[in-house]
Every structure is written in C-alpha cells, then in structure tokens.
Nanobody, 122 residues
Framework: QVQLVESGGGLVQAGGSLRLSCAAS????????MAWFRQAPGKERDFVAA????????YYADSVKGRFTISRDNAKNTVTLQMDTLNPEDTAVYYC???????????????WGQGTQVTVSS
C-alpha cells in the first residue's frame, strides 16, 4: 500500500493558478502511473490527468487539456498538478493515486487520501 497526501489547494479567482502536490510514501515505485482525480459536490470522482512511471507520457481529461500540466519527481516521490486559467467549474476536492489504465479509463490502486480543496470564484 501507498499513503498519499495532497496539498496546495485554496481559494482563487477565475483565471488564476494553483499548484497541487501529492506526496507518496510506503511501497512507492516508479513503475506505476500516477493520476489526479477530482470530485465536485454532488458528483462522482472524475479523472483529471495521468503521467506514466518514467514521466514520458501524459494524459488529460478534455476539460483541462491545455490548462493543466501534470509532472512528477520520482526522486522525491511527488506528483504535481499545475492548474492555470482556472474557472469555477474546476471547483472540487482533488485527489492523487497510483493508477492502472484499462482501455480508455484509469483505475486507482490505493486508498484515497484526504484530498485538497480547490475553490474558484467567479
């Protein structure tokens, strides 16, 4: 199992930026892809972005493509989500997780952390 701690959320105005971090501890491995998900109030948790183990491949949900950038530092066991040009629809709790890809979908491997709240005001 891997323990995941997300941080970096906050309140920002529309058009602003935030940088989220995910620290992984435990049985971490650079062989695993990592991803960010988000859950808005009253909605299901949705995929946001993923990055391959070595960091060479990146995948994004259509809703964030061109605005968000996922990266990782395997030496520090961290995954970062740079979020630019935020809009109120990005308001959600953001979570990270190790993932596997099956077809076009991404599935989490570990228990969810507490997440970090992102609120974008209009």
């Amino acid at each position: 199992q891997v323990q995941l701690v997300e941080s970096g959320g906050g309140l920002v105005q529309a058009g602003g930026s935030l940088r989220l971090s995910c620290a992984a501890s435990g049985r971490t491995s650079t062989n695993y892809d990592m991803a960010w998900f988000r859950q808005a109030p009253g909605k299901e948790r949705d995929f946001v972005a993923a990055i391959s183990g070595p960091g060479l491949r990146r995948y994004y949900a259509d809703s964030v493509k061109g605005r968000f950038t996922i990266s990782r530092d395997n030496a520090k066991n961290t995954v970062t989500l740079q979020m630019d040009t935020l809009n109120p629809e990005d308001t959600a709790v953001y979570y990270c997780n190790r993932v596997i890809q099956i077809g076009s979908k991404w599935f989490p491997l570990d228990a969810w952390g507490q997440g970090t709240q992102v609120t974008v005001s209009s």
